[in-house]
């Protein structure tokens, strides 16, 4: 089974503020899944993969 993220805990894990979190999803910067009846979800082998390329750019 997938490890998967809501908001809180992927904005622990990545260190980036849960504020800047809801920013990336609204702008799409950010790969999440949206589950009916549940706050965003994060893939943690997706997020890792992104982190690589996020880090780079900033």
């Not at 999440?32 to 979800?41: C, D, E, R």
């Not at 997020?47 to 780079?56: E, G």
Request: charge should be positive.
């Amino acid at each position: 089974m997938k490890k998967m993220f809501n908001v809180e805990e992927v904005a622990e894990y990545t260190k980036i503020s849960k504020k800047r979190i809801y920013e990336m999803i609204g702008s799409g910067q950010i790969p999440y899944k949206n589950i009916p009846g549940l706050t965003p979800q994060f893939d943690k082998d997706t997020i890792d993969d992104w982190l690589k390329v996020y880090k780079k750019k900033f």
